[in-house]
């Protein structure tokens, strides 16, 4: 397709979208149309669908009774809360006719995801956060049910040891980090990704918790956040620029090996510009740049001094 | 169109048209009358299940003990369980994981749903870093380290005559604990309170530099933190909105001020101790408002955050030197009185503009204001000499702030594409680049033909580009003029990204491939990094072979690599150094349940390969090869189950793990190698254990006819 044809194609698309938005609008006063629910509700939905995965969600929040709020308490909709009426669902068919379906959840369903989240939204559209609407997860059509089991006791992402399975089903590339070397503990089932990162969505960048990266790694190592006297200027600004917190082949989860790290920004005359090759190993003249912990030897503070003799973070 | 397609296009359609009916519908009355919910199973009473256990480990490991807590020999008694109590809409929830090791999990929660709730939870992650470290120093006093007796100072390690003799084992770890309170109230339906308390603790050993200009030694110093957090919210929620207003607290204290080390070096007379700053108590108070408010038209939703904060600093500063026999200034000041102000602001507006189409507009600001004050200070360098030289402190700050434009329009039913404009600036205070623009362009496309396909594809690019690298600035930072920090250089940015999902046919086979392509250069660096790419793939399949069985596979590359060049004379490049990471993992396992209606049996087995190779290549020296970095992970885990009846089940469970690294850093360094550097002679990691596990389940509280979960 040549460039003017494509030219084209996006001139129309985006003239139809102005036209569109411009005279698109609610039909005002229309009449809702109604539909039917089931005879007797749960008691409806039970007789076919008593089974124990079912039967679950009377274990959990979404089935208190003496809650006005929950599915189940009086005067609620039930089990059709989130799958919608059922009573077409629930009523006889006619022998070669399809039972018309309710709502099922998921991203493999035939329901659309949005209409899905809608269901989910209508009652917790006020707890997920201010970030979701237009959010990495929204925008990528996930269902809430990709996450969350409803019917389970104990939802597998709400655990600590067992979300961040729930999170690689997607985040593969990230599963794959955690494997490395040195990372976090989530291969030992420790640490969940809801503890950086907030799944239902942020306004912050990669949806952190907190306002920003830095805040967000202090929650935890907050010995680094000073303010010191002597700062070094990468770690006050962003701490992902020496660290790769899912995972790193190198040690303190580095993205690269002391004395390169260091060096692909210092140049000072003397030994920071030294070019450290294989000689100073162990086997050679042990040098105390390649050595053990490397700049660390001796410039211990690389996060900051507070030290009045600090200023070279080696007090 | 087939015919045979037209049934399932009126279900989709069906579907459709009653998920919008049930949003339509939630606003019409129903008659719930008669929904007595005789056939719902409400829990009343109390339900629970334990495990205990008996587990034995073949051999001590840093590396598998870290954070597992399995990491002596021996065998170790283990507890597990979780229970629930509910009564009449109170609810109890409790949940222990690893009891009886130092990885320890605990929480209770409960509530009276819709009212009240409330959490208390207590985390334990013990750290292991070298069980193989020894070390001369004694401490006999908090964070003092002080030479054994009879030890003979030399210039150099090779005339520690007593450092055989003087060394001891001295494991570096250390253990983190967490304590966690919280509670919520909701007085009506539109009103949240929340609150929230944390308690970090964190105390142990670690490795500290301990310098003496040209000498060094690595120092086993202890260390005790405490974090106390608080979290505080109030929400207000509306039929179209909510605002919420939250304060937030964190207090960070060292019980040490300092680390003091006695010199096992030849010194200058007065330089026989040293001591560090430890991290200084601090403080940070965050004040936010945040809000969201949907409009009916075009399915609009805005939403707000704004957070202003205050970090601060006041710990009484250690002198300029230990060495009595200097003569140096008085200090500027006692204490350093730091402040930081923070400023982050945040607004997105989100909305449907017609039927398949969606824009959002976000806009986001981060300011860091050090406020710091300045001073004159006179360093002492290694407590050995006055410099000479005055240094004034410089307090970093910036500006960051961020334009994204993005949408999405489902051009058919099964494609849609989308495309997204982000512009960054940065102003930075007392750097080499005070102003620093990036704009990122993407386009993606998703094709999902049916719904057992979906096919993402998105690239894009980004340019960073600078006001100016201010030489002169660098020239007083003793920097090259040629030098560019890869933070701060020009550089441009492409990357792609290509994701498949499938289901295979009619089987319950699923298969994911991700791949990830980024492409760097820094075209205006001649010193500093010049260029990096990152390449990662991963592929995973599921198959659910029966509705008790299952098997999956999984595996994943990455690659690596960066360039970058340096000076030895202080001029144009004359060395040159290439970074290359490579990652394999690969996985399977199987799951299978009710083998002859008793028996559960799963597997899973992992293994991981990362390589590091690193050249350097120098006028001086030639080309340089180090040896490969390498680290090895196999890691076996079987657990079988025996479901004697619904409620009593006996747990097998066998793990084994292999972890091998090769490290130059490392690799024979021990204490006295380096002849300027006093080591703890740490070995590369090289472990293996088998961890074999007997354990019984017990279930209560269950109907004996209950089938299990």
């Given at each position: 397709m040549g460039q003017r044809s494509i030219s084209r194609i996006i001139a129309a698309l985006l003239l139809g979208s102005v036209i569109l938005s411009v005279t698109k609008a609610q039909a005002p006063g229309s009449p809702e149309p109604e539909v039917s629910y089931s005879k007797k509700g749960a008691d409806t939905c039970l007789t076919c669908h008593g089974v124990p995965a079912v039967h679950a969600i009377f274990r959990t929040k979404h089935a208190v009774p003496s809650d006005p709020h929950s599915p189940f308490g009086l005067g609620q909709l039930q089990c059709e809360a989130c799958h919608g009426p059922g009573g077409a669902h629930a009523s006889r068919v006619r022998r070669g006719q399809e039972r018309p379906p309710v709502i099922k959840f998921g991203s493999d369903e035939e329901t659309p995801v949005r209409s899905q989240n809608a269901m989910c939204l209508g009652c917790h559209d006020a707890d997920i956060s201010f970030g979701w609407h237009g959010g990495s997860h929204d925008n990528g059509d996930v269902a809430c049910a990709d996450c969350h089991n409803i019917h389970a006791p104990r939802d597998a992402v709400l655990q600590i040891s067992t979300q961040p399975e729930v999170c690689f089903d997607c985040h593969q590339l990230q599963r794959s980090e955690t494997l490395k070397a040195f990372s976090h503990p989530f291969f030992e089932d420790k640490m969940a990704c809801a503890e950086c990162h907030s799944p239902h969505g942020e306004s912050t960048t990669s949806q952190f918790v907190r306002q920003t990266l830095n805040d967000t790694c202090f929650e935890c190592h907050a010995e680094k956040r000073g303010p010191y006297l002597w700062e070094h200027a990468p770690v006050s600004e962003d701490c992902g620029l020496c660290h790769a917190p899912h995972g790193s082949n190198h040690p303190g989860m580095l993205t690269s090996r002391a004395p390169l790290l260091c060096q692909s920004c210092h140049s000072q005359s003397g030994h920071p510009s030294i070019a450290q090759d294989a000689d100073g190993l162990s086997t050679g003249v042990p040098s105390q740049y390649l050595l053990g912990q490397s700049c660390l030897n001796c410039h211990e503070q690389v996060h900051g001094s507070n030290h009045p003799s600090g200023s070279k973070l080696m007090r | 169109m087939n015919a045979s397609k037209v049934p399932n296009i009126v279900s989709i359609v069906a579907l459709v048209v009653s998920a919008t009916m049930a949003s339509v519908a939630h606003s019409q009355v129903v008659d719930t009358s008669e929904w007595a919910c005789n056939f719902c199973p409400f829990e009343s009473g109390q339900r629970s299940d334990f495990s205990v256990g008996v587990s034995t480990v073949s051999d001590s490991s840093a590396y598998f003990g870290d954070a597992t807590g399995y990491s002596e020999e021996g065998a170790y008694a283990n507890v597990d369980g979780s229970g629930s109590y509910t009564n009449d809409g109170h609810r109890l929830n409790w949940q222990i994981e690893d009891l009886g090791l130092d990885s320890r999990y605990a929480e209770l929660s409960g509530a009276l749903q819709g009212t009240f709730g409330y959490n208390v939870a207590f985390r334990?992650?013990?750290?292991?870093?070298?069980?193989?470290?020894?070390?001369?120093?004694?401490?006999?006093?908090?964070?003092?380290?002080?030479?054994?007796?009879?030890?003979?100072?030399?210039?150099?390690?090779?005339?520690?005559?007593?450092?055989?003799?003087?060394?001891?084992?001295?494991?570096?770890?250390?253990?983190?604990?967490?304590?966690?309170?919280?509670?919520?109230?909701?007085?009506?339906?539109?009103?949240?309170?929340?609150?929230?308390?944390?308690?970090?603790?964190?105390?142990?050993?670690?490795?500290?530099?301990?310098?003496?200009?040209?000498?060094?030694?690595?120092?086993?110093?202890?260390?005790?933190?405490?974090?106390?957090?608080?979290?505080?919210?109030?929400?207000?929620?509306?039929?179209?909105?909510?605002?919420?207003?939250?304060?937030?607290?964190?207090?960070?204290?060292?019980?040490?001020?300092?680390?003091?080390?006695?010199?096992?070096?030849?010194?200058?007379?007065?330089?026989?101790?040293?001591?560090?700053?430890?991290?200084?108590?601090?403080?940070?108070?965050?004040?936010?408002?945040?809000?969201?408010?949907?409009?009916?038209?075009?399915?609009?939703?805005?939403?707000?955050?704004?957070?202003?904060?205050?970090?601060?600093?006041?710990?009484?500063?250690?002198?300029?030197?230990?060495?009595?026999?200097?003569?140096?200034?008085?200090?500027?000041?006692?204490?350093?009185?730091?402040?930081?102000?923070?400023?982050?602001?945040?607004?997105?507006?989100?909305?449907?503009?017609?039927?398949?189409?969606?824009?959002?507009?976000?806009?986001r600001y981060n300011e860091r204001d050090n406020r710091t004050a300045q001073d004159i200070w006179t360093r002492v360098i290694a407590d050995s000499f006055v410099s000479g030289e005055s240094e004034t402190n410089i307090p970093y700050s910036f500006e960051r702030s961020t334009l994204n434009l993005s949408g999405h329009y489902d051009l058919f039913d099964t494609v849609r594409v989308s495309g997204g404009y982000d512009r960054k600036t940065i102003d930075r205070d007392?750097?080499?680049?005070?102003?620093?623009?990036?704009?990122?362009?993407?386009?993606?496309?998703?094709?999902?033909?049916?719904?057992?396909?979906?096919?993402?594809?998105?690239?894009?690019?980004?340019?960073?580009?600078?006001?100016?690298?201010?030489?002169?600035?660098?020239?007083?930072?003793?920097?090259?003029?040629?030098?560019?920090?890869?933070?701060?250089?020009?550089?441009?940015?492409?990357?792609?990204?290509?994701?498949?999902?499938?289901?295979?046919?009619?089987?319950?086979?699923?298969?994911?491939?991700?791949?990830?392509?980024?492409?760097?250069?820094?075209?205006?660096?001649?010193?500093?990094?010049?260029?990096?790419?990152?390449?990662?793939?991963?592929?995973?399949?599921?198959?659910?072979?029966?509705?008790?069985?299952?098997?999956?596979?999984?595996?994943?590359?990455?690659?690596?690599?960066?360039?970058?060049?340096?000076?030895?004379?202080?001029?144009?490049?004359?060395?040159?150094?290439?970074?290359?990471?490579?990652?394999?993992?690969?996985?399977?396992?199987?799951?299978?349940?009710?083998?002859?209606?008793?028996?559960?049996?799963?597997?899973?087995?992992?293994?991981?390969?990362?390589?590091?190779?690193?050249?350097?290549?120098?006028?001086?020296?030639?080309?340089?090869?180090?040896?490969?970095?390498?680290?090895?992970?196999?890691?076996?885990?079987?657990?079988?189950?025996?479901?004697?009846?619904?409620?009593?089940?006996?747990?097998?469970?066998?793990?084994?793990?292999?972890?091998?690294?090769?490290?130059?850093?490392?690799?024979?360094?021990?204490?006295?190698t380096i002849p300027v550097v006093l080591t703890l002679g740490a070995d590369p990691y090289d472990d293996e254990i088998l961890i074999f596990g007997l354990g019984v389940r017990y279930r209560m509280g269950v109907p004996a006819t209950a089938q299990s979960e």
């Open positions: - | 334990q992650i013990p750290q292991h870093r070298f069980f193989t470290t020894e070390s001369i120093f004694r401490q006999s006093v908090a964070n003092s380290l002080s030479l054994p007796a009879g030890w003979v100072r030399a210039p150099d390690t090779s005339g520690f005559t007593e450092l055989n003799t003087s060394l001891a084992r001295t494991n570096i770890e250390s253990d983190r604990t967490m304590l966690e309170v919280g509670g919520r109230y909701m007085p009506s339906s539109r009103f949240r309170f929340s609150v929230n308390y944390r308690r970090h603790e964190r105390d142990g050993l670690d490795i500290y530099g301990g310098s003496y200009f040209t000498q060094s030694s690595l120092l086993p110093g202890t260390f005790d933190y405490v974090t106390d957090v608080v979290d505080f919210g109030i929400r207000y929620s509306g039929n179209n909105g909510s605002v919420s207003l939250r304060y937030y607290m964190s207090d960070f204290d060292n019980s040490d001020a300092r680390l003091e080390w006695e010199n096992p070096f030849t010194s200058s007379p007065g330089a026989e101790t040293a001591a560090l700053a430890r991290p200084p108590d601090n403080s940070f108070q965050q004040l936010s408002l945040s809000g969201r408010y949907r409009f009916t038209q075009y399915h609009a939703v805005a939403a707000f955050s704004a957070a202003l904060g205050r970090m601060e600093q006041d710990e009484s500063f250690l002198p300029y030197t230990t060495n009595a026999n200097l003569t140096v200034s008085q200090l500027p000041r006692s204490s350093l009185d730091a402040q930081i102000d923070t400023i982050n602001l945040a607004t997105t507006l989100t909305a449907k503009l017609f039927d398949g189409a969606r824009i959002k507009l976000a806009y007392f750097q080499e680049v005070a102003e620093q623009t990036e704009d990122s362009g993407w386009g993606s496309l998703r094709w999902r033909p049916y719904k057992a396909l979906q096919v993402n594809f998105k690239a894009g690019a980004s340019e960073r580009d600078i006001d100016r690298y201010n030489e002169a600035f660098a020239a007083t930072l003793g920097q090259n003029p040629l030098m560019r920090k890869y933070n701060l250089a020009y550089r441009y940015r492409r990357f792609g990204e290509l994701t498949i999902a499938a289901a295979l046919g009619e089987a319950p086979i699923s298969l994911t491939i991700n791949a990830l392509y980024a492409d760097d250069d820094y075209t205006q660096s001649q010193l500093g990094i010049t260029a990096a790419d990152d390449l990662r793939v991963t592929a995973d399949m599921s198959w659910a072979l029966s509705d008790n069985s299952s098997v999956y596979v999984s595996g994943g590359y990455e690659n690596m690599e960066s360039e970058q060049f340096g000076s030895e004379l202080f001029a144009f490049p004359d060395w040159r150094a290439s970074n290359n990471d490579r990652f394999y993992t690969a996985g399977t396992g199987f799951n299978v349940r009710q083998i002859g209606g008793k028996f559960d049996l799963r597997m899973d087995y992992t293994r991981s390969d990362g390589t590091s190779e690193i050249d350097v290549a120098s006028a001086a020296g030639g080309l340089s090869r180090f040896p490969n970095l390498e680290s090895t992970l196999d890691y076996l885990r079987v657990r079988l189950s025996y479901h004697r009846s619904n409620r009593l089940e006996f747990l097998i469970n066998l793990r084994y793990q292999r972890f091998k690294a090769t490290d130059w850093a490392l690799a024979g360094v021990e204490a006295g």
